[in-house]
T-cell receptor
Framework: DSGVTQTPKHLITATGQRVTLRCSPR?????VYWYQQSLDQGLQFLIQ???????AKGNILERFSAQQFPDLHSELNLSSLELGDSALYFC??????????????FGPGTRLTVL | AQKITQTQPGMFVQEKEAVTLDCTYD???????LFWYKQPSSGEMIFLIY??????QNATEGRYSLNFQKARKSANLVISASQLGDSAMYFC?????????????FGKGTRLSVIA
């Protein structure tokens, strides 16, 4: 158990819908990252938050947005869903201080299926 | 820009044998970290081992060791005494140090199958 929690574990929805994925980082971790894992694109970084502020953006679509709340949990919102958005979405958190050598701890992921 | 290359889509190894999973990387930074993660069929990402770019010794964690060759920009994972439970996808990843807690960049992974 990494200490990072994600809900829900599975999500099945229809095209055009909107969903919210939730993540709680490890206790004390200020950095939260969202990654998408799909068969064709592999593991891709979407967005990072640090202590409530957006820190870095990767290959995140405009239909997707995220935020980190004062209690440090984060939510990833996916709207106008398309079949190609079906993927495993991971949240990860990283301890401070800032370093390249801090590993990221991954949550169990949310498997999104868009029908 | 950072890039990770894993050239082996799939590997087979006999139980109790050692296996090496290849990883090469590209970065213009002098300070960076290299990581290996394991993803079993259940889907979770399990951190295995890391190597800092300034570490002079190769990292080891139990049956895992990282063969770090900085001049060749390679960071191969060696698993000794393979077990059936080692069957999984393995991802090499890196992050650069310059801008703080930066995201990881992943390779496409290698699927390891351990045969009894």
């Amino acid at each position: 158990d990494s200490g990072v929690t994600q809900t829900p574990k599975h999500l099945i929805t229809a095209t055009g819908q909107r969903v919210t994925l939730r993540c709680s980082p490890r206790s004390g971790d200020l950095s939260v990252y969202w990654y998408q894992q799909s068969l064709d694109q592999g593991l891709q970084f979407l967005i990072q938050y640090y202590n409530g502020e957006e820190r870095a953006k990767g290959n995140i679509l405009e239909r997707f947005s995220a935020q980190q709340f004062p209690d440090l949990h984060s939510e990833l919102n996916l709207s106008s869903l398309e079949l190609g958005d079906s993927a495993l979405y991971f949240c990860a958190s990283s301890p401070t201080p800032r370093s390249a050598y801090n590993e990221q701890f991954f949550g169990p992921g949310t498997r999104l299926t868009v029908l | 820009a950072q890039k990770i290359t894993q050239t082996q889509p799939g590997m087979f190894v006999q139980e109790k044998e050692a296996v090496t999973l290849d990883c090469t990387y590209d970065t213009s930074d002098q300070s960076y970290g290299l990581f290996w993660y394991k993803q079993p069929s259940s889907g979770e990402m399990i951190f295995l081992i890391y190597q800092g770019s300034y570490d002079e010794q190769n990292a080891t964690e139990g049956r895992y060791s990282l063969n770090f060759q900085k001049a060749r920009k390679s960071a191969n994972l060696v698993i000794s005494a393979s077990q059936l439970g080692d069957s999984a996808m393995y991802f090499c990843a890196m992050r650069e140090a310059g801008r703080g807690n930066t995201p990881l960049v992943f390779g496409k992974g290698t699927r390891l199958s351990v045969i009894a």
